[in-house]
Structure formats: C-alpha cells, structure tokens
C-alpha cells in the first residue's frame, strides 16, 4: 500500500452512502487522458466519521482533492481551513474540496453551475417559467440558485422538514430579492401544472420500492421532469414522465458538468468532456 500511495496521486469522494456513485469512471479516464499518475476512490465516511477523515485520513492516504455528497455537503464546511469560493458561500453547501499545498482544506461548489450546463445544453430555456423544487438539501439550494440565476419566473418548493425548505427559500431571495419563491406545505400541493420544470432532488427512487415522490397523473406533456438521482438512470418518476409525454432527464449530466469543473479545480487542466461523457453512458447505459 504505501509503494502504492507513492505512485497515485489520490482523489475520491466522501459520503454516506457512495457504492452507487460514477464518479471514479469519468474521473479515472481523464486522469488516463493526461497520463497522469492519479487515482479517483470512493471513500465512505458516516457522519461521525468526518472528523477522522479530515485530520487523518486525507493525511494518511495523501489525498489531494475530493469531491462531497449527501450527508456531507453543507456539514464539511466546519472543516474548511483555506478559501471557501464564492459560488459554495452562496449556496452554503460545497461538493468540490482542494487540498492545498500547505494542507488547507479549500471549498467549492461544481454543482450549480453543472446543472446550468447541463440545461443549457440540452436546450432548456427556463426563463418566465415557473419551477417546482421537491427537497431543499444542499444540491437542492445548488439548482434554486442556478434557476434563480436562468431568471425562472418563480421556484416552488417542499421538503419534509419545513424548515429546511424556508432556509433554502430564504437563502434565494437573499440573492435574488425579487424573485418569487414560495415554501409549499405539503407535496401534494406543489402546483405542477403551472410549472414547466420539476426537479426532484430528494433520494426517493434511489432504492427499490421508493414511491413515486409526486402523483404520476399530475405530470403532464408541458412538463420537464429532471430527476437528480442518475443510478438507476431511469427512476420510477422518470418512467412515469416519459409515459405521460414529458421531456426528462436524470442527474447525469450534471454529474458530467460538476465533475468535469471538479477535475479543473484539482488538477489545473482542460476537462476532457467527451471522454468523461462517454465513460459515464457506457458505465450507466452499457
């Protein structure tokens, strides 16, 4: 192991749980695009974990940069010791963490800006349209800032816990004073057919048997369902779109986008997009 670690250059994630994650393959290739003596792991870290990880393990295994997700994203902020970016202090949440030369612990946030990509370059044109936000965690604050930013005309949003879904409402408005952004009370309430984007950003369809987390008779053709969960690459709520006529898309993409800012970040260098793309269909679609 230790001849190992001499030769990589270590990067991962950490989260809780990581084994569905793709994030090794895209991440891998680009570092074998470059031939570059680096490794992406997964790193499995509980909650009570993140402390070990911070002032011993990163250490230990000479990690150099790793990226963050669920439960993980807004709790590792406490742990920062350089720069927090400025889009990661907005949305109070970061995915994205360099290990500095002099061993500080910088933030940042790939998430809202891959998921404005990944629309832009589908063709999704948000501007004057109502969207519906279901979960208010911190990839959930990540796509409300970025469709504040695509000038929605207004953001809709439940969680179940009530007062998560103010915080991210309140947090959006801070930013974006004008913008309509309202906290739902409960799910069924979520006015669909008003909206022309719905965007689930809770794990529901992450495990067999997880029920659909609105009415699948509430979907219709007008509406773009964009699932943020990318294994399985086509949840149950994504069936149900497709059947109702909708146009959909899972997290993948903006796996892809954040990834690919991600590896910039840490290594200074052009993301090779396409292969990372093509690493990651393959992987997820065979």
């Known amino acids: ?59 230990e295994r000479r990690i150099q940069g790793f990226n963050v997700t669920v439960p993980h994203k807004e709790t590792v902020t406490r742990f920062l010791t350089g720069q927090i970016a400025p889009m990661a202090e907005m949305v109070g949440a970061v995915n994205t963490i360099r290990v500095e030369t002099d061993g500080r612990f910088s933030g940042f946030n790939t998430d809202e800006p891959g998921f404005g990509l ?3 370059e589908r063709g ?21 800032l970025a469709l504040a930013a695509l000038h929605v005309e207004a953001i809709e949003v439940f969680d179940i816990v009530r007062e998560k879904a103010a915080g991210l409402a309140e947090r959006v408005k801070r930013f974006y004073p004008t913008l309509d952004v309202r906290v739902t009370e409960e799910a ?45 690459g086509q949840t149950p709520l994504l069936k ?27 290594t200074g260098r052009g993301a090779p997009i396409d292969l990372m793309r093509q690493a990651l269909e393959k992987h997820v679609y065979g």
């Open 1 to 59: 192991m230790d001849a190992e670690q001499k030769v990589f250059t270590l990067f991962g994630l950490i989260g809780y749980p990581v084994k569905h994650s793709y994030s090794a393959v895209m991440h891998n290739v680009a570092f074998a695009h470059y031939g570059m003596s680096a490794r992406y792991e997964l790193f499995e870290v509980p909650p009570d974990g993140l402390e070990t990880f911070f002032k011993s393990i990163v250490k």
């Open 118 to 120: 990944d629309l832009e």
């Open 124 to 144: 999704l044109d948000v501007s004057g349209k109502k969207a519906v936000l279901l979960g208010a965690g911190g990839a959930a604050k990540a796509v409300a």
């Open 188 to 232: 069924r309430l979520l006015r669909l057919n008003e909206a022309g984007l719905f965007v689930n950003a809770t794990p529901l369809g992450m495990k067999d048997g997880d029920p659909l987390p609105v009415d699948a008779a509430r979907l219709h053709a007008d509406l773009f369902v964009y699932d943020l969960i990318y294994n399985p």
């Open 240 to 266: 149900a779109a497709e059947a109702a006529g909708c146009r959909w898309a899972n997290g993948l993409g903006m796996l892809l986008h954040q990834g690919c800012l991600a590896f910039e970040y840490w």
